[in-house]
């Protein structure tokens, strides 16, 4: 019986050894839990609005052809960005300046809201195109506006962008068949935080 005892003793010892324990228990490896990346900086949808001021000149056709205004003034948007290179807005604008038509002249007014499309591009150029509704002076209609511009800085480091930009922005007005189509071409530069 002692010789059996030895012989389980020096058994589980020499076990022992071979698992290079020395008798303690065997060390139980640590579960890990994946870690989630981090999501890019600036996916996902978030709120955006800037502002520009503008110099434009407006020029008729059809019945209004002949129609010259020299306007100033400045615009606002408002909207998201719905992904990194999307955004979607209602840019507003109002101009003040003097028009010319039929040897006449005078002081006149535009006012426009149209809800924008853009798409960014590469190096920082945009270009974006929407419709809405827009009032010359008097007479008003719908709509068409295209848009193309360059911001100069880049994004910031926390993933906000505060840009200054410089755009062309151009405006068709269609007042009516009385009036025909006007359209405004408009420079602008402005700052836009998105």
């Keep these: 019986m002692r010789t059996s005892m030895v012989l389980v003793c020096l058994f589980s010892s020499s ?3 071979a698992d290079g324990t020395d008798g303690a228990p065997a060390p139980v490896a ?3 839990m994946p870690v989630a990346a981090p999501a890019p900086a600036g996916d996902g949808i978030s709120l955006r609005n800037g502002f520009s001021f503008s110099a434009s000149q407006a020029f008729g056709s059809g019945p209004s052809s002949g129609l010259s205004e ?3 003034g400045g615009d606002w ?3 998201a960005r719905i992904a990194n290179d999307w955004a979607v807005y209602m840019s507003t604008h109002l101009s003040f300046g003097s028009a010319k038509f039929a040897g006449q002249s005078g ?3 535009n006012f426009a809201a149209a809800l924008i499309g853009e798409r960014s591009l590469p190096m920082r150029t945009f270009v974006g195109a929407g419709g ?3 009032v010359l002076n008097n007479p008003s209609g719908p709509l ?3 848009r193309a511009g360059w911001y100069p800085m880049a994004a910031s480091n926390d993933g906000k962008s505060r840009r200054l930009n410089v755009a062309l922005d151009t405006r068709f007005y269609f007042a009516g068949d009385a009036i025909g189509t006007v359209s405004q071409v408009a420079l ?3 700052y836009d935080r998105f």
């Design 107 to 109: 002081v006149t007014g």
């Design 144 to 146: 068409a506006q295209l």
């Design 188 to 190: 602008t530069v402005g």
């Design 15 to 17: 076990a022992a050894l």
């Design 30 to 32: 640590a579960a890990t």
């Design 70 to 72: 020299s306007l100033f």
């Design 132 to 134: 809405g509704y827009g």
């Design 77 to 79: 948007r408002i909207g």
